[in-house]
């Protein structure tokens, strides 16, 4: 059983060949690299240039000798805080698999690593058929997005904890954020599940092998994940609507403490601007005049509070 692994020379494309399969890998393609693909592979034009578009929609396409695949996977990113899609383009075969991506899917870089360095992952990952190995690649992918989404959800229980002890502009923005990088995930994983219902359900002969169970499986994980991200897309909404009612709660609160004072102060204002007049008052003459008027004053603002105890409005 034969075993080569290589880089072409001046080119962003290695390979691995394992008995009769072969796994091309091409990181960060350019026009040469495209260019090789052509001459090597009959790959239909519009599927290359697909290979180098940033913005092309996952899909699955089957020609006579070969599929074509266009798969977008979750890559957090740290500057944005929100989670970005990584495209990963995917020509399938009877004997070969080619995987033309941007380098940052670690798993696709790992597996691919791994098969070249180690024997036993050669013969694990591609002794069985070119189908087999769509299967581990699109596997260590899928299983790559739950950590993500375990992130997120750990993120929005921090927020919820934080959002019942203190209300600040930083919980808001937190939401806010959360709420953008759960949508962004959605957007990015909702297009799966029907290119793997598709390998699941269709029968492509090149591929050798019946794996309708396999990706069964990869499709029931992609199905948890978007379960999980509508269920914390809810949990994040009923955050928004517990913040907007803390808040208001909180504003009232201040609001009815402000009026409460400005009430009992009302009367000492009000014998002060009395007393303030250049017009004959009663007390004015008499030296507990001043005595007299501050007891008068805090006596009516003492029976506000009182009064405003006695109606529980305090």
């Known amino acids: 059983m034969s075993v080569v692994g290589k880089k072409e020379e001046q080119l962003n ?14 990181e960060k393609p350019t026009p040469k690299e495209i260019e090789y693909l052509a001459k090597n592979y009959l790959f239909h034009p519009l599927d290359l240039e697909d290979c180098r578009s940033r913005i092309e929609l996952p899909k699955i396409d089957e020609y006579e000798n070969y599929l074509f695949l266009v798969l977008h996977f979750p890559v957090f990113s740290k500057e944005a805080r929100v989670t970005t899609p990584s495209q990963v383009s995917i020509f399938i075969g009877e004997d070969y698999v080619v995987t033309v991506h941007s380098g940052d899917l670690k798993p696709l870089s ?71 990088d759960i949508m962004a995930y959605r957007r990015i994983i909702r297009p799966q599940p029907a290119i793997l219902k598709s390998l699941e359900e269709k029968d492509y002969p090149f591929l050798r092998e019946d794996l309708d169970v396999y990706f069964g499986d990869i499709g029931d994980h992609i199905g948890k994940i978007i379960e999980t991200l509508d269920e914390y897309k809810e949990v994040v909404e009923g955050l928004y609507k517990s913040n907007d009612s803390l808040f208001s709660h909180r504003t009232n609160d201040v609001m009815k403490m402000l009026t409460i004072l400005g009430t009992i102060l009302l009367p000492l204002l009000l014998v002060a601007s009395l007393y303030g007049m250049n017009v004959p008052l009663p007390f004015e003459d008499s030296s507990l005049a001043f005595t007299v008027i501050i007891l008068i004053s805090f ?15 305090i």
């Open 13 to 26: 494309v290695e390979w691995i060949k394992w008995g009769r399969i072969t796994w091309v890998n091409v």
């Open 110 to 180: 790992k597996l691919f690593d791994d098969c070249q360095q180690n024997e036993r992952a050669r013969e694990d990952n591609m002794a069985r058929s070119s189908g087999y190995l769509l299967y581990r690649i699109l596997d260590r992918l899928v299983d790559y997005c739950f950590p993500i989404v375990n992130k997120i959800i750990a993120n929005v229980e921090a927020v919820e904890d934080r959002l019942f002890s203190e209300v600040t502009r930083d919980t808001v923005q937190e939401i806010s954020l959360l709420g953008r």
């Open 299 to 313: 006596a009516i603002s003492g029976g506000m509070l009182f009064y405003f105890r006695f109606k529980r409005w």
